[in-house]
DNA sequence: GATGAATGAGCATTCATTCAT
DNA sequence: CATGAATGAATGCTCATTCAT
């Protein structure tokens, strides 16, 4: 039979996505306690019933925009990294300006912000966070500058240092920018500070 | 049988400084909306009603904790660099240090994980701190390197971006140490990393 | 054994009515800020939270109480003057006995009592009260006594005093009955006091 | 000794009169409970502690309110009652421009609108109001009303309902001016309908 | 599956009352 | 006597969660 399903039985696969990314949008803006479940329903186009039939909960529903939105974003550097050939500097611009593009458009990009505000009241989802994102980009850079060194690209300095200085003001600059947009009065550009940092850290990081 | 305990005493000028500190302690923690105002009072040692005898309401204590503890802070950095003579990257040094030094310590170095997570549900506070540290914060570290500029130490730059460059990485990275200290299994030293900040900076402001 | 109960039922639409049945139960007799809204909720079986899925506030419930009750009175009395045909002074003992009767059964007729304790601590309320209620009433009477001295049967009296003087009594005995039914030791009974009461004023307005 | 006593002993005597003062004009304003006893004090230019050293509690303070205010007033009428001689209509006539007169400038006419809000969350309070002033006034209109019937003044007619027919509408329209003085667009003078009020009852009452 | 009416625990806030000073 | 700091019970309101439909 080919009779076509009902509508709402072919939605009924989309909606933990359709939920999730409605979340996503409010919690990114005004953080898990401000955000009622009534609003996600509202912006996800269901009830609040219906967020309850696909997460047990408000804290659940929390932990799987995490889960969701974070993992895929790093499989890619990694193949990047992976694969590259050439000088470890073309990498580091590489990543550092895929990175800053990808923070400009992406929905995801406000996990940052959000995790850091309530890490400490979700200490498992943290623990998560850190495992599959900050651990793991920390690795990634730190592979970069090791190998930067190994080649006598980069001087020799501690790379899991280096690897926290590379990404801690991209992090912080997006931040910032997501927490006081509205009242800063110097906005940055994501891209130009990115190309900024960039040249400053290859010329930190080569012989003297 | 000795005089039994007065159920309270009077104390009218400590009790503000007392629950603006209970209240960083716990909005620092597990920031604004999750933290009640029977816990601050129990922590400040009154009772609830006592904290509305000195603030308004749970926003006002908020703008009163924020006020209280950011300002003073940068006050002394300014004078640092109003009467530095000598070399400009060694202020730098300076700063930064005493920067970490007093982030290790000081119960007030919770307020900017604090102000990330709530800004955009307070945007008055928020535009109150933009103005008061993070614009402020930032034209100090501007001066310093325009000053390095015009005295040759430093190459050409742009000061503003620089003064982002010098300032993200240690608030991230406090921030982060913050945030996800019982996960991160990698935990960096705040004034390790301050001195790695540094040299990085040092060499990469250098003219080449 | 039989099926349990079900711990509420969905009546969306019987809800409303109960609770401002409810509400001005407890209105009535204790007043607006004596009326807890948890036995408001309780007196229309459900629990508080109900009462705010129907009603913004305590305010706006106090509102609908009084629309809700008050309005639908007049409008029967103004169609009685409308179609009135035969002596005025005929329609004025059916306005008076019919308004006399009401009062001693309809729920309603408690607002008066209520509106008077509480007008200035509701400005906007009062003035919904007495446009829709009070001077309209008023004018109801006026309008009557206007007809009758047209047509010959009253003597010229300003009819905007004359109504103030019809209605006033009548409100008042109502009122003093409702506070003080429990200690006055001389309770009158309405519908005579209204026969009494309308008597003295044909005799009263009747030419000399 | 002739040493002036200090200031504040002076006043000793003074306060209690100057609190019930303040308590009357709140009370009479927004009623019981509406009134805080801070405000209360502030306006007897007292603090909220000393109100409790001359009044139990609020309940107390608004019992001595009323105690203190109403008494006094009908005495006088009772000996204007008492003295008279000459037509009985003209003493109703005293009677009542005289309380028309004392309504509009007495800060104890607000009692009447408290009481009327008040009275079934204060019954002891009620009992004696309704003793002291209603049945009391009440008696007094009445036993004007009789003596003018035994004197073939006026007709017969029962003088309890022909007092409450003489004093209702003049404290109902106190109240509702009371009530709605800012929001009715047709305001009544007082005297003049007390005026008007006079001359509908004397010709009701008179023989046909 | 989906809805949204109903729940009830939780919390901010107020204010009458107390009592150390 | 007088003050006003401190209390704590009371209550309006919110919102995550449940469940009858």
């Known amino acids: 039979m080919n009779t076509p399903l009902p509508r709402w039985q072919r939605r009924k696969d989309a909606r933990p996505a359709e939920i999730i990314q409605a979340a996503l949008t409010l919690f990114s803006d005004k953080g898990f306690a401000a955000t009622r479940l009534d609003d996600v329903a509202k912006l996800a186009g269901v009830t609040k019933g219906t967020v309850y039939l696909y997460f047990e909960n408000k804290e659940e529903l929390f932990k799987a925009v995490v889960r969701e939105t974070v993992v ?100 912080m600059i997006k931040v910032w920018k997501q927490s006081f947009s509205l009242c800063d009065t110097e906005p940055v550009d994501l891209k130009a500070f990115a190309r900024f940092h960039f040249d400053l850290l290859v010329q930190g990081l080569r012989h003297r």
Chains 1, 2, 3, 4 share one sequence.
Request: no cysteine; charged share 25%.
């Open 72 to 171: 895929p974003a790093l499989e890619f550097a990694e193949t990047l990294v992976e694969e590259h050939q050439g000088a470890w500097s073309d990498l580091l611009w590489q990543l550092l300006s895929s990175w800053a593009e990808r923070m400009e458009h992406a929905t995801s990009s406000g996990i940052s912000r959000l995790m850091i505000a309530e890490a400490t009241n979700f200490p498992e989802l943290a623990r998560f966070y850190v495992d599959e994102v900050v651990v793991r980009s920390r690795r990634l850079f730190a592979d970069v500058i090791s190998r930067g060194i190994q080649s006598g690209e980069f001087r020799e300095v501690d790379p899991m240092m280096a690897a926290r200085a590379v990404t801690a003001p991209l992090v």
